[in-house]
């Protein structure tokens, strides 16, 4: 079954570098369009970035434009997070999700989060 | 940037009933909207997409509607694993945004 697991979160400084990661399984990763998304502790979803199949295409939330970068490795079947000069509102925890296979940009598999605490 | 506003922002309920949570969009976004459900400590799982088309296993008790700028989500016969929060999303434009959130208690 589909399967996703982040990792690579903790406390870290503000200014300072971290990058996550999602490992995906039961499924066909190489096929999907990938999302990074955070909640805030105020309980606010927030979308982060998104990467085409073959990570040609990569968008991001303005807030994070220039600060993030989204990469994948499909024959690891990856998806990654690079977070640099993270700032206090950056603190989230952070989701990797599935885009849906169908005409909307929805998400049917989510990993269980993990936590970015900056400070 | 597309705001969604959710309303109201929790809402408690008994088991057995029948309960119509909003979601209203800041422009015309047709149906392309998303409901899903979230449970403490837990990822939102997806519920409803394009406005009134259920996920594959959500239970035939959720139901979306609307179009435009007003939806809504009605739970039908409300059962004790439905109280969690629940968020709206637009599914079509970057930045993707999500509504606040409606918390269903007990």
């Known amino acids: 079954q589909v399967h996703m697991v982040e990792s690579g979160g903790g406390v870290i400084h503000p200014g300072k570098s971290l990058r996550l990661s999602c490992a995906a399984s039961?499924?066909?990763?190489?096929?999907?369009?990938m999302h990074w998304l955070r909640q805030t502790p105020d309980g606010r979803l927030q979308w982060v970035a998104v990467?085409?199949?073959?990570?040609?295409?990569?968008f991001y939330v303005e807030s994070v434009m220039g600060r993030f970068a989204i990469s994948r490795d499909n024959s690891g079947q990856t998806l990654s997070l690079h977070m640099t000069s993270v700032r206090a509102d950056d603190t989230a925890t952070y989701y990797c999700a599935r885009e849906s296979d169908g005409a909307s940009t929805d998400f049917d598999f989510w990993g269980q989060g993990v936590l970015v605490t900056v400070s | 940037d597309i705001q969604l506003t959710q309303s109201p922002s929790s809402v408690s309920a008994s088991v057995g009933d029948t309960i119509t949570l909003s979601c209203r969009a800041s422009r015309n976004i047709a149906t392309w909207l998303a409901w899903y459900q979230q449970k403490p400590g837990k990822a939102p799982k997806l519920l409803i997409y394009a406005a009134s088309s259920l996920h594959s296993g959500v239970p035939a008790r959720f139901s979306g509607g609307g179009s435009g700028t007003e939806f809504t989500l009605t739970i039908n016969g409300l059962q004790p694993d439905d109280f969690a929060s629940y968020f709206c999303q637009e599914t079509n434009s970057f930045p993707l945004s999500f509504g606040g959130g409606t918390k269903v208690d007990i």
């Open positions: 990467i085409s199949p073959d990570g040609d295409d990569k």
């Open positions: 039961g499924f066909a990763f190489s096929q999907f369009t």
